[in-house]
């Protein structure tokens, strides 16, 4: 072949891939929009998902959470990385009772084995209320038909259901219920005030009794001329008086009364404590003071004061939790 002729087909297959490379360029740019375009249409959906009135989840075909939309705040108290970190929203949220028909019923959606795509349930939000929701799901799948998992959309029915007379927590609006609830209510609190006013009563009184004791000590060591022996004889008395400070088995069975099983769900839980340390837990429990415990138990207010922060150390509680909180939760 001549060398003009080698010229020539390098020129024509020099054009060749110029058609080739610019035939590219259009199919790249055509990608790119198209990319553009599916970018856009998804942070569209994304930002409709983030503000929809309703608590809006996406789960892998796995059952991992892999979106969940910021409503679910408004209903649950818990944020949306909250509830996607815990994994399980049958486990963090949903009411013991109502849990096993809850997980059959998204082991059935994730299955694609549902007949009605729609369940009612109980949560217990953060605040622990507890508050009725309606569930809907739907299969998720990309263009090709490739399964990508379910969404489900989650609304608060408790309105609804309390409309509807659903919800029965006792006697279901039954006016007889009604009142004993009250009457309970009642006689539980009358008798805290009035085991709470006998042991202040005892509290108030050692601590005259231990003020007059005081009193006379220093009035025998300032003044000579003062019968020693009849001062004597009247602290004998006081101190006789304030010897048996309070009968504990006493409380205990009032306080039992009052918050059934606390010194046993104290003791199981923490069995660590003394005897001491569960007579300042029932007093703390009353919501007595640390002066009124010092009376109760013929301390001083400080010396209650370290055995309320040694209290603290048994129980491992943070700084930012209060012992009274915690006991009251008990």
Known sequence: MTQDGKLKNDENRIRDLETQISAQKFELEKLRTQLAEEQEKSNF???????????????????????????????????????????????????????????????????????????????????????????????????????????????????????????????????LGTRNRQWLKSELEIKERELVGFLLQLSQKNELINRVSRQLKEMTAANASISKKKIENVLDLLQKSSGDLVDWNMVEVQLEKVYPGFLSRLQSRHPQLTRNDNKLSACLRLGLTSREIAGLRNHTPQSVEIARVRLRKKLKLPHEIRLVNYLSEI
């Open 45 to 175: 959906y994304q930002l409709v998902a983030d503000f929809a009135f309703d608590w809006e989840l996406w789960f892998e075909p796995s059952g991992k959470i892999k979106y969940c939309s910021p409503s679910c705040n408004d209903l649950t108290g818990f944020t949306a990385n909250q509830i996607i970190s815990a994994g399980s929203v049958a486990e963090l949220l949903v009411f013991g009772a109502d849990r096993e028909k809850f997980d059959e019923f998204l082991s059935g959606a994730f299955h694609q084995l549902l007949v009605n795509p729609s369940h009612e349930f109980r949560i217990l939000t953060r605040s622990r209320q507890l508050r009725w929701c309606s569930i809907n799901v739907r299969g998720v799948y990309d263009r090709k038909g490739r399964y990508l998992g379910i969404r489900a959309a989650i609304h608060d029915i408790t309105k609804l259901k309390k409309a509807l007379g659903h919800i029965n927590e006792l006697a279901t609006g039954n006016e």
